[in-house]
């Protein structure tokens, strides 16, 4: 019984999968844009600015499809090799993605953020270049895991680079900004009725 279980453990760990980001840092990151944006075309009409409100309307509708087929990134892990791609919407001019063969790996090299947090690299066999291992996807540690089953490269020292309650502390602040852009949003109305009247 116990054999079955390693047999099944192991094939599990061996096998690949398809790592999205987490749900939690793409609505906070989207609903974080909103909050800085949506109170823009308000304000522009109420002070009578020289952009057009129309125009804001549509610049924050393209950031928006920016934001999102950015955070539309997926890792796709199989036998041959790990891969990043973005869905076929996705301009390859904008985000290109990349891939890279399990045997062309030579290691997993750690880089400190400007933060000060910690980030890792695959580096190539075959070339200079520096592959980014994506570490904000639900089941990082499984990709980790599989990495390390792949490779041989020990990650048992890995971490995300940022906590599930970083992120819960941005979307709170967020929600708040969200709320002072409603008061906002109905100032900026209200004056540009009292300035129309």
């Not at 924050?60 to 499809?65: A, R």
């Not at 089941?139 to 890995?158: P, S």
């Amino acid at each position: 019984m116990s054999s079955n279980l390693k047999v099944h453990s192991e094939s599990v760990e061996s096998s690949g999968g398809i790592f999205h980001i987490s749900p939690l840092i793409r609505i906070t990151l989207i609903a974080f844009y909103l909050a800085l944006t949506i109170p823009l075309p308000f304000l522009a009409q109420a002070s009578s600015t020289p952009i057009p409100p129309l125009f804001l309307w549509i610049g924050m509708g393209l950031g928006l499809i920016a934001l999102y087929g950015t955070l539309s990134e997926r890792v796709i892990v199989d036998e041959e090799k790990i891969q990043v791609a973005y869905p076929s919407w996705v301009p390859r001019f904008f985000r290109k993605g990349w891939s890279l063969s399990w045997t062309d790996v030579k290691d997993l090299k750690m880089r400190t953020t400007g933060q000060g947090g910690l980030v890792y690299y695959f580096v190539s066999e075959s070339s200079e270049k520096a592959y980014l291992l994506p570490m904000r996807v639900i089941g990082f540690a499984r990709l980790v895991k599989l990495v390390e089953v792949h490779t041989g490269i020990d990650t048992k020292d890995i971490r995300p680079l940022a906590q599930p309650w970083m992120y819960l502390i941005l979307l709170g602040f967020t929600v708040l900004l969200l709320l002072i852009d409603g008061w906002t949003i109905v100032t900026a109305i209200t004056q540009g009725l009292i300035n129309n009247s």
